[in-house]
């Protein structure tokens, strides 16, 4: 759907134009491209191996709050149909799978305290009940998600976020 590549001073991130006809997917597409240009310029190495890459650029892309987009664009699955023919035609983008993608945004959301309501009108109806249902496990055992808050830098301007236990 799209590449990234650096060259000398430039860095090009291409995508597949008929994207243009499927903004969610495009926006996805821009997303996973821009984390891998994050890594890319990272000051230190991706903590994975060569193999994994793209699945932390997935991850890179959900962190950065596009979850809802991946997710949503994992899989597309559609059926046309006239008097003279009918058929179906389906689409798998990314590299994790839908599950994965709906749990990352469910971390996403409960580590950064978001109101989970607007992901559930925007998922895919059956992508809104899987993140209904990580998020009640999330909360359900909360050891991993202060973990991840707890990594997450303050905003400027505010103080550190307080960490299991009553540390700062």
Same mark, same amino acid.
């Given at each position: 759907m799209g590449t990234f590549s650096v060259s000398e001073d430039t860095v090009?991130?291409?995508?597949?134009?008929?994207?243009?006809?499927?903004?969610e997917c495009l926006i996805a597409t821009f997303a996973h491209e821009l984390a891998?240009?994050? @890594? +890319?310029t990272a000051p230190s190495a991706p903590p994975? +191996? *060569?193999? *994994?890459? *793209?699945? $932390?650029?997935?991850?890179? +892309? &959900?962190?950065l709050g596009f979850g809802v987009f991946m997710a949503n664009s994992v899989f597309d699955f559609q059926q046309f149909g006239?008097? &003279?023919?009918?058929?179906?035609?389906?689409?798998?983008t990314g590299y994790l799978p839908e599950q994965d993608m709906v749990f990352a945004t469910a971390l996403f959301i409960a580590a950064k305290e978001l109101d989970p309501a607007p992901g559930y009108q925007c998922l895919k109806p059956h992508l809104g009940k899987m @993140?209904?249902?990580? $998020?009640?496990?999330l909360a359900a055992d909360k050891r991993l998600v202060e973990q991840i808050r707890s990594s997450i830098p303050a905003p400027e301007g505010e103080e550190e976020r307080p960490q299991e236990g009553g540390g700062v």
């Open positions: 090009r991130i291409t995508y597949e134009p008929t994207l243009l006809a499927d903004p891998h240009y994050l @890594l +890319a994975c +191996a *060569e193999d *994994e890459h *793209e699945y $932390l650029t997935d991850l890179t +892309a &959900v962190h006239d008097s &003279v023919m009918q058929g179906w035609h389906s689409k798998r @993140l209904r249902r990580a $998020l009640r496990d």
